[in-house]
Nanobody, 111 residues
Framework: QVQVVESGGGLVQPGGSLRLSCAAS????????MGWYRQAPGKQRELVAG??????NYADSVKGRFTISRDNAKNTMYLQMNSLKPEDTAVYYC??????WGQGTQVTVSS
């Protein structure tokens, strides 16, 4: 099972941008599905963006603002987040395959 580590979270003002990275301990070339999830305090974990056999999908709340991508050569998945809103505040997790979760990275959108 591949190990994954997220990075790139932090504090940003509304309207700002962040790029999250999900680095894997091994090759991600044949790993599907892949996805970014988030969990806000008191809420269930939800899928934000995913890659499944080449198809990209996004939660309605982030469409047009977030972009998921992967770099197989770097064994890394990314989440580019633009036009951030306070309601995007959450711990963001990446998941590779069926069960490889990272430890999460905090994203806080606040002025």
């Amino acid at each position: 099972q591949v190990q994954v580590v997220e990075s790139g979270g932090g504090l940003v003002q509304p309207g700002g941008s962040l790029r999250l990275s999900c680095a894997a301990s091994g090759s991600i070339f044949n790993i599907y599905p892949m996805g970014w999830y988030r969990q806000a305090p008191g809420k269930q974990r939800e899928l934000v963006a995913g890659i499944s056999s080449g198809t990209l999908n996004y939660a309605d709340s982030v469409k047009g603002r977030f972009t998921i991508s992967r770099d197989n050569a770097k064994n890394t998945m990314y989440l580019q987040m633009n036009s951030l809103k306070p309601e995007d505040t959450a711990v963001y997790y990446c998941k590779l395959g069926k069960s490889s979760w990272g430890q999460g990275t905090q994203v806080t959108v606040s002025s």
